[in-house]
């Protein structure tokens, strides 16, 4: 356990002095070459869990500690050493014990007397501690304080469930090709091999514990691919047909530009700013079968040569709604972040409206919850465009029937994640 508990630690040092987790936790596990397997995925189990309760943890660790330490190393092992006291399965002793030996490998020297001297603390005041905590919201809901206000001021009768569902585990589910199968057939497929499985949508099928992708039946023959729920709705909004001239204006990693294509014949742009997450594209479709043109460009200022019948503008957002997936990103966020996204946005809205035929419609996408980004981005776009119509969102009930959508805005929930939709015309 000790050393996934030191790869852990440097992954969470490293997001909290400002890095992004999924590049973190790969140079972290680095320094460990000979960990296991085991060990690898327990690691990722605890940077995870750390970084999703962070609020709470730090809460306990700042009153257990006379002031900050200057080993963010140090720090970062007792964070995830409490955070396994307080939600992991394994007994104190243990978690203490290795944590300890985590500790003895590292500088300073002082480090292992501290760690065991904190951590004994900790379950000898555990409920005096929690007490103390009890009227501090950045612990209770392990969010920081402005993110806590900007959801009670925007959503006074939810906030507390849209907080709550934010550190939850996310659940893992899959989209159904259905030129290749169909839900009801894939979860039959799946019951056979003893997989459970619950279907949501025409071709939504949710698993009842997560598989690493190589397990999952069909998907490297592309019966199946990975995406959320609330995902899966934006090739059914665009509303595409047979013949169109479709553009994917910001598509990596393709899970949309893949939906699309198998729903329709149409002859499809799939338009990336970033060349390596263009690859995973490209990779997506050739597993898939299916084909697009690739563009490497800037949605923002980028041309092409004909218009567009219809526009998926999947845009850069703070990422808000989809936190539990990225936990890392609820203490690397700042609220001036909101005011920088919603700038990139206008920007690509703009131009994008421009190569768009009359006629034609636009899906706007965000995975956020904060209306700036989403219908207020939209009303300020409608105000300055006297040619765009927002219209209503129109789902099958066998698609959405177990979707909550209220003016566009999906609300995260077990099923799925937290989305903006806004379906616009020029007219």
């Known amino acids: 356990m000790y050393i996934s508990q030191q790869i852990a630690a440097i992954a969470v040092s490293d997001v909290l002095s400002g890095h992004n987790l999924t590049l973190a936790l790969p140079d972290a596990l680095k320094n460990y070459p ?24 730090n809460a306990y660790l700042t009153q257990l500690l006379e002031k900050p330490l200057s080993n963010a190393h140090i720090t970062a092992l007792l964070l995830v050493a409490i955070y396994q006291l307080l939600h992991d399965k394994a007994d104190d002793f243990t978690v203490v014990n290795q944590a300890v030996k985590a500790a003895s490998y590292a500088k300073p020297k002082w480090a292992k007397g501290l760690v065991n001297g904190v951590l004994r603390n900790f379950l000898r005041q555990k409920d005096a501690l929690a007490e103390k905590i009890k009227v501090d919201e950045v612990a209770i809901y392990s969010y920081p304080k402005w993110w806590i206000n900007k959801l ?11 907080l709550n569902a934010g550190n939850q585990h996310p659940p893992m589910t899959l989209r159904v090709n259905i030129r290749k199968s169909n839900a009801q057939e894939y979860c039959q497929l799946l019951a056979r091999q003893d ?3 619950t279907q949501l949508g025409a071709q939504a099928v949710m698993l009842a514990r997560p598989l690493p992708v190589e397990q999952i039946p069909g998907f490297s023959d592309g019966v199946v691919s990975v995406q959320d729920y609330g995902a899966q709705l934006a090739a059914h909004l665009l509303e595409v047909q047979p013949g169109m001239h479709v553009l994917d204006a910001c598509s990596a990693p393709g899970g ?3 939906h699309i294509l198998e729903l329709a014949d149409v002859d499809l742009a799939a338009l990336d700013n970033d060349a390596g997450r263009l690859s995973r594209v490209e990779s997506n479709l050739k597993r898939l079968n299916l084909r697009a043109d690739l563009q490497l460009g800037d949605a923002a200022i980028w041309r092409a040569e004909k218009s567009f019948d219809r526009i998926l503008a999947d845009v850069p957002c703070t990422a808000s709604g989809i936190v539990r997936r990225h936990v890392d990103i ?7 972040d909101i005011a ?5 946005q206008a920007a690509i809205l703009a131009n994008l409206w421009q190569l768009l035929a009359k006629g034609g419609k636009l899906l706007y996408v965000t995975c956020s919850i904060f209306n700036e980004e989403n219908q207020q981005q939209i009303d300020d776009f409608l105000q300055k465009n006297s040619d765009a119509t927002q219209l209503p969102l129109l789902l099958t009930k066998e698609i959405d029937k177990n979707i909550q959508i209220a003016n566009g805005q999906l609300i995260p929930s077990s099923q799925h994640d937290g989305l903006f939709y806004a379906l616009l015309q020029k007219t």
């Open 152 to 162: 009670r001021n925007q959503y006074p009768n939810t906030w507390q469930s849209i």
């Open 330 to 336: 609820k203490w690397l966020r700042r609220e001036s």
């Open 256 to 258: 949309k530009t893949g």
């Open 340 to 344: 920088s996204f919603c700038a990139q």
């Open 195 to 197: 997989i459970e499985a």
């Open 34 to 57: 000979a960990a296991t397997q085991q060990q690898r995925g327990a690691a990722a189990d605890l940077s995870y869990g750390t970084l999703r309760f962070y609020g709470e943890v």
